[in-house]
Nanobody, 116 residues
Framework: QVQFVESGGGLVQPGGSLRLSCAVS????????MGWYRQAPGKQRELVAV???????NYADSVKGRFTISRDYVKNTVYLQMNSLKPEDTAVYYC??????????WGQGTQVTVSS
């Protein structure tokens, strides 16, 4: 059982910013690519961003230029900095551990709501 400690979700106005954090065990953090996926009401779960062990990243087109994924090897934590948020970014955001193309493990999710 992989334990994820996710935080940082909440309610923000359009144009605002949030930073999501996800901490995992050192072994998991150093073995897998870490990522964020999201699922909006009535929609399929989709990739937001993923980061490999060497720092290589992949982003959904819809968030490029607005979101930044990073990882801290001291804290075994992956971050998602979200700027210029839009109402369509409203979703449950899930932290993942896996490969760059396929998650293996999923966190419990954190709600992000963008609304005025």
């Amino acid at each position: 059982q992989v334990q994820f400690v996710e935080s940082g979700g909440g309610l923000v106005q359009p144009g605002g910013s949030l930073r999501l954090s996800c901490a995992v065990s050192r072994n998991i953090f150093r073995t897998y690519a870490m990522g964020w996926y999201r699922q909006a009401p009535g929609k399929q779960r989709e990739l937001v961003a993923v980061i490999g062990g060497s720092g290589n990243t992949n982003y959904a087109d819809s968030v490029k230029g607005r979101f930044t994924i990073s990882r801290d090897y001291v804290k075994n934590t992956v971050y998602l900095q979200m700027n210029s948020l839009k109402p369509e970014d409203t979703a449950v955001y899930y932290c993942t551990a896996g490969t760059l193309s396929m998650p293996t493990y999923w966190g419990q999710g954190t709600q992000v709501t963008v609304s005025s």
